[in-house]
């Protein structure tokens, strides 16, 4: 593939009226949690994207996110606050996929984590909102076309994640057995990061979105229990969706797993706008647009294994019948299930906003 079949003018007015159903599209919207770094640096390449560009620019990466964006029809920049760090444990793997990453893939090493006891918790190097650097979001509130956002996002809304991130998926476990106190000041302490950094982050007027994102399940069920995710997790979130909704702005979400058990609790109590990731073994989107359609948004949805395995012709096939479900009356936005990876083959996604771009209601 080395072209699209037609042109999208950035539009994130219409995005945000699509994500808050507010009637008919007047064309399909496009959005994803990210894009691996070797699959933007593969669109750039192929397609000359960079080219003439000063790449000695301190700001060249954000003049590079925003050509690049505007490139594949979507309406936003993604970015946030800039420079914290949060010591955790990492293990890192051989990366075997088609455009691999060098040195290797780095996970999160879930057995341990680095606050495992009250010691630990005292000792911890805490990073400091307030400290935060601006400088990517006063650069962007000044070069971005007027008919993109910024979608803010990226490091934010880890609230189920820091907790086995700090303490370790196992040592949480134990913990919400044996030392639930120390599990509720590590939320705590989280929960305030975050206030700070939302409240920073929303002084800039072109954040138009506010899009969190936080790992609570696996494929049957979620990773802590239902009503553990409703003290320790939650109200963190509830509190997000409040201050963005206060500063006027929707709050999405982004967790993978399967979170049917406490679905009504994200509608109802945290008042999310739209509900990202999602995998065939667990939920298809177009039956995730059938049950929540009527309340949220719903983000992505073309399942990744999918998209790793078919061709050309099942990819244009299933994004036309996912968008002849889930477009009519708006609420859908395509996309991949969770985020293009770089073992995503690149031209099945650039076929899938192909096929995005052709479609008509």
Known sequence: MNTFSRAVTPDWHGLRRCILRE???DRVYHIEL???PEVQDAVCER????????RSDRFFPLRKQIILQSFLGYDYVRYSLEGQEWLLHYATTQDTAPLAREPGRSFVNLHQGPITSWETFEAYPWPDAAKASTAGLEWLSEHLPENMCIMGSGGFAHFAEHLSWLMGYETLCVALCENRDL???IRDRVQAYYRVFLKRLLQFDRVGIIWGSDDMGFRTGTLISPADM???VLPGHREMAAMAHAAGRPYLLHSCGNLRAIMEDLIEDVRIDAKHSFEDVIEDVVEAKRQYGDRIAILGGIDVDFLCRADEAAVRKRVRKTLEACHPGGGYVLGTGNSVANYIPLDNYLTMLDEGRRFTA
């Open 183 to 185: 599990v509720a000041a």
């Open 34 to 36: 990210f894009l691996d």
């Open 23 to 25: 009637g008919e599209p």
């Open 47 to 54: 397609f000359g994207l960079l080219e003439g560009v000063d």
């Open 230 to 232: 409703r003290e320790f």
